[in-house]
């Protein structure tokens, strides 16, 4: 017995030092990755994928055939007013369908097939009656993101105000000094004749959590990942001898079982990978079974669920047998901090500063849910996130085990041992 009060401690200025840089570096990490990347997503956003369809049939005007939507387009394409903000895809209505079905579009402006002849209505013979207003529709696309299908949408309905009132000024140009004789309403319309519209391109299911339940789902699979990689790390630590283990006032002790930090790793991640099957079916039946989340493809959900376990699982052991006591840091900064800003699944990828689009190519946040996403919403085609996320948890997995069995090693062969807890009683000296 020392005979110091445990109190003492906290007179330590190193002990106040260390914890004082560590959390501290790790609130300002935070901040940066969460904060700092959704604070003006639309300043940073470049070339977010809107669709532009032209399915405008023309009108005979005059003698000539005249096609507005054509001439909507063309503005709209070559018009400076949003920079690279918006990369405006044109293309037909089965291509832009299948393009919003995939994930691959926020959103998209349609020009009906009527629109000419709808707008040449409201100068004809009919002017003075009520013709059917020409309307320019606007999509959404929840299921890609709620931020993005949101970004889309203002710019969809923006360049859309902008081509009615371009129609406008044609109109009353064609008819001159005769729209004075107009009501006052008719001028008002003809000034501005476009209706604007706004529907769901792709609708999702009641239990979608307006296209946010791939996200969540995701992330619940990368968080099990995690926090059970620390678990299992500790009990086969405790397995193997090398650890007390406290189970409430009890602290309970194994004889030591030596092992090399190799055999280690490979015990944690053979249990790691058993585990993720349990861990897997209750997530879905978790989601699924008890919460009635909207899913289909429920094998290959699973499949998808208890591989991703796995990866993340497996991933996070190999850092934190590697940092030791900081793994834990390291693995929260690596799963959690730099992954949930740049998943893609609240602000889209196209609207992140750069740093974070970098960071997003290998972030495993963001290949688990486009995964998830291609399956809930997707219908679990490849192209959709699905392949994707395949490749990339194969590649994960590769890494995290040439990563952590390669450092293991190294540190094996230079002889950087584990050393064992203490069990043998502190030996007093005999009396004289």
Request: with cysteine.
């Amino acid at each position: 017995m020392s005979g110091i009060h445990p109190f003492r401690v906290l007179r330590a200025k190193p002990l106040w030092i260390a914890n004082g840089v560590i959390t501290g570096v790790l609130a300002l990490l935070f901040t940066v990755f969460y904060v700092g990347a959704n604070i003006d997503p639309v300043d940073h956003m470049t070339k977010l994928p809107v669709g532009l369809v032209n399915a405008d049939k023309g009108a005979t005007v005059g003698g000539q055939q005249v096609n507005q939507g054509a001439r909507i387009t063309e503005s709209i394409t070559k018009s400076t007013a949003s920079g690279d903000k918006i990369d405006w895809k044109l293309m037909d209505e089965k291509e832009m369908k299948e393009e919003l079905g995939k994930g691959k579009l926020f959103g998209a402006l349609v020009i009906p097939a009527d629109f000419t002849s709808s707008t040449v209505a409201l100068t004809g013979p009919t002017a003075t009656g009520a013709p059917a207003r020409p309307t320019l529709t606007v999509l959404t696309n929840q299921s890609a993101g709620s931020v993005g299908s949101s970004l889309a949408r203002t710019a969809t309905t923006q360049a859309a105000a902008n081509a009615s009132l371009q129609v406008g000024k044609e109109l009353t140009a064609r008819i001159g000094t005769a729209q004075e004789k107009l009501p006052a309403a008719a001028r008002v319309l003809l000034a501005d004749p476009a209706a604007v519209t706004v529907e769901d391109g792709h609708p999702l299911d009641s239990h979608s959590g307006l296209g946010l339940t791939a996200f969540y789902y995701a992330l619940t699979l990368v968080v099990v990942g995690m926090l059970s990689a620390n678990v299992i790390n500790g009990q086969v630590d405790h397995a193997l001898g090398y650890t007390h283990n406290d189970m409430g006032p009890l602290r309970l002790h194994r004889p030591l079982i030596r092992a090399t930090r190799v055999q280690t790793l490979a015990i944690s991640s053979t249990l790691m990978a058993g585990l993720s099957l349990l861990m897997g079916t209750l997530v879905m039946a978790g989601a699924v079974g008890l919460m009635g989340m909207d899913a289909a493809h429920l094998p290959l959900l699973w499949l998808y669920s208890v591989c991703a376990i796995a990866v993340a699982g497996i991933g996070a052991l190999s850092l934190l047998v590697v940092f030791g006591t900081p793994g834990m840091l390291v693995v929260t900064l690596v799963f959690i901090g730099m992954a949930v800003p740049t998943s893609g699944a609240t602000t889209p990828i196209e609207a992140l500063p750069g740093f974070y689009r970098f960071l997003a190519e290998f972030e495993p946040l963001r290949q688990i849910t486009g995964g998830i996403r291609s399956i809930l919403y997707y219908d679990a085609q490849g192209d959709a996130g699905l392949t994707r996320g395949w490749v990339m948890m194969a590649a994960g997995l590769v890494a995290a085990a040439l990563f952590g069995f390669g450092v293991l090693g190294w540190y094996d062969r230079k002889g950087l041992h584990r050393i064992p807890v203490e069990t043998a009683p502190e030996k007093t000296a005999a009396p004289a």
